[in-house]
């Protein structure tokens, strides 16, 4: 096994490895007696050819010299097994031969021979000739390890502006939540269901980490909205409706334009997620697939968890209940496909609700939705007016009476 990178950058104080193969003991001897000539080196020796490979795989050397012809695996079939492992695809390696033919050169230049040696080779050329090896072997390490230090200082870097990125989202989101009067982990809820539903439709764990952090932002476009409507308690008229509504356009210019392309995700949710699968959504009509996914993936979650939270103008619903609404939107208001891996996931979506619950006790719910009095109904369809998820809740809550 090649010793880790941080043992193996033989650095000025630390000693280079250097193998000799050679299946003569007699001329093995007398390369490692020249070699000892040269300072700061540990030495192995190989007589047998066969077995160079392991060595190798056990130990790091930093230059090797290699006899061209010997019995069992010749010199060059050697260099071709060493070139095929990671770790000596660079190392130095002389070959020692007392060929000069053009042909058995050019064949071990091919296999990845670095420098060659011949027989009866002179004590000081080897020894210059290791030692200029050694100096590359060295300053291919040091290359290395620059190399790696300078991804792990960009790794570093690129890490800290994506934590920063994600924390202003959700600073922003927050603020956004407190303007809008809204309390608890309605955000968080959002965003870890909307999580879910991406990788439940199958996508890169990427592109569901950007969903996750852009759906907080979906109603950031509400900072563009008149406390008067956006706090007024009673029912909105047709111009304070429109305004409302204007929100997803408020949300898309103030992401729009960005050059990262979680900004661009953020914006398309904050404009789409009032869409509807069936066209009758604002503010573009879009219908089916030409609603962007994440924006498709987020008005499922956002609505969910409109119905099974409880505001100061409505009770929570049973999460059954919410589930069945949802079911029933399929096709309607909700894409399809996104209807049915919130079916599939429901267990991980009830762990999220219950572990972001905004109830001080996990009280179970109620089996049945509590009764309507006629001041809350005004309230529901106040809020109906004000935002898609109340309109679906309204209409749920008649339905079902
Ligand atoms: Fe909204």
């Known amino acids: 096994m090649a010793r880790e990178p941080a043992t193996w950058c033989f650095r000025d104080e630390s000693a280079a490895r250097i193998l000799v193969v050679d299946d003569s003991p007699s001329l093995l001897s007398?390369?490692?007696?020249?070699?000892?000539?040269?300072?700061?080196?540990?030495?192995?020796?190989?007589?047998?050819?066969?077995?160079?490979?392991e060595m190798c795989r056990k130990t790091q050397y930093d230059t090797l010299?290699?006899?061209?012809?010997?019995?069992?695996?010749?010199?060059?079939?050697?260099?071709?097994?060493?070139?095929?492992?990671?770790?000596?695809?660079?190392?130095?390696?002389?070959?020692?031969?007392?060929?000069?033919?053009?042909?058995?050169?050019?064949?071990?230049?091919?296999?990845?021979?670095?420098?060659?040696?011949?027989k009866p080779f002179d004590r000081l050329e080897l020894q210059a000739r290791v030692a200029n090896l050694l100096s590359l072997r060295r300053a291919q390490v040091r290359l290395t390890c620059w190399a790696d230090e300078l991804n792990g200082t960009v790794k570093r870097a690129v890490q800290t502006v994506a934590r920063r990125e994600e924390e202003m989202i959700w600073r922003l989101a927050r603020a956004m939540e407190m303007r809008d009067d809204d309390t608890g982990h309605h955000i968080s809820r959002v965003a870890e269901i909307s999580r879910t539903l991406a990788r439940g439709l199958g996508h890169d764990e990427h592109w569901c980490h950007m969903v996750y952090l852009a759906a907080p932002l979906h109603d950031v476009g509400k900072i563009g909205v008149t406390d008067s409507i956006l706090r007024k308690p009673g029912r909105l008229d047709d111009d304070e409706l429109v305004e409302m509504r204007r929100h997803v356009e408020h949300g898309n210019r103030i992401l729009q334009g960005g050059s990262s392309e979680l900004l661009q995700v953020a914006a398309n949710i904050a404009r789409h997620h009032h869409e509807k699968w069936d066209g009758s959504g604002y503010p573009d009509g879009l219908v089916g697939e030409a609603i962007p996914l994440e924006a498709r993936i987020v008005a499922v979650a956002d609505v969910f968890d409109a119905l099974c939270s409880r505001r100061p103008y409505k009770p929570a619903w049973p999460r059954e209940t919410a589930v069945a609404e949802i079911l029933r939107g399929a096709g309607r208001h909700f894409d399809p496909a996104c209807v049915e891996a919130f079916i599939r996931l429901l267990p991980d979506i009830e762990e999220i609700m219950t572990r972001l619950s905004d109830e001080p006790t996990a009280a179970p719910p109620a089996a049945e939705p509590p009764a309507i009095e006629p001041a809350t109904i005004v309230s529901i369809a106040t809020e109906a007016e004000r935002e898609p998820a109340a309109v679906v809740f309204a209409l749920g809550r008649r339905a079902s009476r």
């Open 30 to 53: 007398l390369m490692v007696e020249a070699l000892h000539g040269l300072p700061g080196v540990d030495i192995d020796t190989c007589l047998d050819s066969r077995i160079v490979e």
């Open 65 to 118: 010299v290699i006899d061209y012809l010997m019995p069992g695996i010749d010199g060059i079939s050697v260099i071709r097994l060493l070139r095929a492992q990671e770790a000596y695809r660079t190392v130095p390696i002389v070959m020692v031969t007392s060929k000069l033919e053009r042909e058995v050169r050019v064949e071990a230049l091919s296999a990845g021979a670095t420098d060659f040696l011949t």
